[in-house]
């Protein structure tokens, strides 16, 4: 291998991409041994377990290297990177199926990335729809309130009306006798007056035919007679004579 295909890095940032170490930035690094574009730290760390492997095959030394947190000190395990490594490292590509074996894990954690990220958008328009539906749902819960006290006094409407129903079924036969009595007796009314008129109007009749005949005699003895005049002779005999 050339030394063109090679690059040098500060122990410091090799050690950060093998152990997976927090405020490292190892992109370019884990980018250059991967030989592809690393977008993220999670990214970077991946590659970092291939790296690891990788680097243990060429420098036999890594595999004593073992960072444990809780009993040392990040500056005294570089420390002693360092006493063994020196100040940097000289690295080139990981071979082909060191390569192959990374990008599949890469490969799969992008393609979950961008489904992550596809239901992450998915989810934030969901919530702005959501927002946006709030003051619909609202009117559709008093809607619903006012339909449901509508539904109410229907029923009890529909309640009301059968009891008149049955009321109107009781009277109904009632009401046709009393109607029935009713023309009868004005019919009755009717026939009795008539009478009384009948009565009255013959009574008139035959006062007025008694005050006739009644009357015929006077007017025979109040009439002129037929030898009224003033005399029934005269020069001439025309009854004008006195």
């Known amino acids: 291998m050339s030394?063109?295909?090679?690059?040098?890095?500060?122990?410091?940032?090799?050690?950060?991409?093998?152990?997976?170490?927090?405020?490292?930035?190892?992109?370019?690094?884990?980018?250059?041994?991967?030989?592809?574009?690393?977008?993220?730290?999670?990214?970077?760390?991946?590659?970092?377990v291939f790296a690891a492997a990788w680097l243990a095959r060429w420098y036999p030394k890594f595999t004593g290297m073992i960072w444990n947190e809780g009993s040392q000190s990040w500056e005294a395990f570089v420390s002693q990177a360092k006493s063994q490594l020196g100040e940097y490292v000289s690295l080139s590509p990981m071979d082909e199926r060191t390569k192959e074996l990374a990008n599949q894990a890469l490969d799969f954690m992008v393609d979950a990335q961008k489904s992550v990220a596809a239901q992450t958008e998915s989810a934030m328009k969901l919530e702005e729809r959501v927002r946006e539906l709030e003051p619909v749902a609202e009117q559709a819960k008093a809607l619903q309130k006012k339909v449901d006290e509508l539904e109410a006094k229907i029923k009890t409407m529909n309640t009301d009306m059968g009891g008149l129903r049955r009321k109107v079924a009781e009277y109904d036969g009632k009401v046709a006798l009393e109607q029935d009595e009713l023309m009868r007796t004005i019919k009755d009314a009717i026939k009795d007056g008539m009478k009384g008129m009948v009565v009255a109007s013959g009574a008139a009749v035959a006062g007025a035919e008694g005050a006739a005949s009644s009357a015929e005699p006077a007017a025979e003895e109040n009439s002129v007679p037929d030898d009224f005049g003033f005399g029934t002779s005269g020069a001439n005999a025309d009854g004008f004579g006195f």
């Open 3 to 48: 030394d063109s295909s090679r690059k040098m890095f500060p122990v410091a940032t090799v050690m950060a991409l093998v152990t997976g170490k927090e405020g490292f930035d190892i992109k370019e690094i884990a980018g250059y041994v991967a030989g592809r574009s690393i977008c993220c730290d999670t990214q970077a760390k991946a590659v970092g």
